[in-house]
């Protein structure tokens, strides 16, 4: 922008493609070999020899490269081998020999050979997912003239992972910082210095309240029927105040104006709800996700009372503000981001 922040176009996507997902291959590839309890009973009985193949994995995935040929030398724990053997009867040989590994893997003791083209394989489908991620976002019209990728966080530092990207947008400049891994913390730490640098946002979900207007047969499911006071409701409707996709400025108030249902109420409570979908219509349908309550204390009073809500995007988090008219009193609660 003009004023030297960021603006969001899209919101924030994507899904579990990152670098633990290569690891779920590499502990399927093993698996597949060893068998679902014996790993199971490695994983339960050996934890800091399951930490260090954590470890050993992380380093490899980082040194591998598309050119890599020949066999890829991994350290894992020889108590793998020796918990199938006691569990089997069998030797680790017998058991790649009647495997789809067999030729491709060989297990000595505490090292695992395995051809180069075999361990590359395990990167193909948490890329294939990013690049088609990729591509999809670019259909958007807000963002389908990106021609500039910066790559951060510790799987972006994967050859493997760059090569793919750049063979899929030949004609976009990949950026790729020096310690990419690092980026992520070093923003969060400039982002807590300066927390205006994200001027606006585009909102990840739809947020708001649980309401019960009078009920409509025509548009309500009948199992959300209760009775209030003499007068049928319909219970959880989902009253939004910020649309997902909808760009939204930071501190920027979207407000409304709710009325208590009944005289003499103490207190109303304002529980506040986020949901994936643009339009949700109960708050209690799937994927929607409770985040919280604002409970506002009432006067004494034989007539209804007005009570007006505010939702708003803050730095790092949805704030909610709810004010009693006739007093002025204000209520606010805050839901953390991070």
Known sequence: MTDGGLKELHKASGGAWGGTKVDEEFYNMIIKIIGGPVWSKFKDENTADYHDLQRELETKKRTITPESTGKITIKVPVKIVQTYEKESGETIDEAIDG???KGKIKWLSDKLRIDANVFQHLFKPCTDQIIAHVKSLLQDPQVKDTKIFLMVGGFSESAMLQNAVMKALPDCKVIIPDEAGLCVLRGAVIFGHKPVSIT????KYTYGINISPPFDSTIHKEDHRVSVGGVDR???IFKRYIQEGET???????SGKHVTLKSNQKEMLLKIFASPKREPMFVDEQDCEYLGKVVVNLP???DKIRVEVKMMFGE???TVEAQELSTHMKYRAYFDFL
Do not use: P
Request: hydrophobic share 20%; glycine share 4%; proline share 0%.
């Open 99 to 101: 495997s789809n590994y």
């Open 200 to 203: 606006s946002r585009v909102s």
């Open 234 to 236: 319909c219970r959880d």
């Open 248 to 254: 939204v400025r930071v501190g920027e108030a979207r």
């Open 300 to 302: 004494d009073s034989e």
């Open 316 to 318: 790092t988090e949805l």
